[in-house]
């Protein structure tokens, strides 16, 4: 069974444009992301927006998304991420749903970057997180 973090029409509209979003920055920006990412949890497979290796904590990380009016945090999601030993962060889909080149670079700078130093964009700076 599939779990998406969209519960309706509406949702799923926003979820695809945060999908396409993060595909955008991964390429603008020079990052891996992989998006969609699924993970199965027991019987159910969650699907989030993006997964990003090299970002939020030395096992990548994964994107969830937040839905307006409630912004209501799926815990199932969260605690797929945690069993798979990945840092998860739920964004906020109104903020993500249109690629803005600083919003992204923004969010990537605090997750930090995990990966190996030889590919660490540029625009990150020097800093390396260990």
Do not use: C
Not at 51 to 78: C, I, Q, R, T, Y
């Amino acid at each position: 069974m599939s779990v998406h973090m969209a519960k309706n029409d509406k949702q799923r509209q926003i979820f695809l444009k945060v999908i396409t979003a993060w595909k955008l920055a991964g390429l603008d920006l020079g990052v891996k992301v992989m998006a969609p990412f699924d993970i199965r949890s027991g019987s159910k497979v969650i699907t989030y927006a993006a997964a990003l290796p090299d970002f939020g904590g030395k096992n990548g990380m994964l994107v969830g998304v937040l839905f307006p009016p409630e912004h209501e945090l799926d815990e199932s999601a969260k605690h797929a991420a945690d069993i798979a030993g990945k840092y998860v962060s739920f964004i906020n889909a109104e903020a993500y749903e249109e690629y803005k080149k600083d919003v992204f670079k923004d969010a990537l700078r605090d997750w930090g970057y995990f990966g190996a130093p030889k590919h660490k964009p540029k625009w990150m700076g020097e800093d390396t997180i260990e």
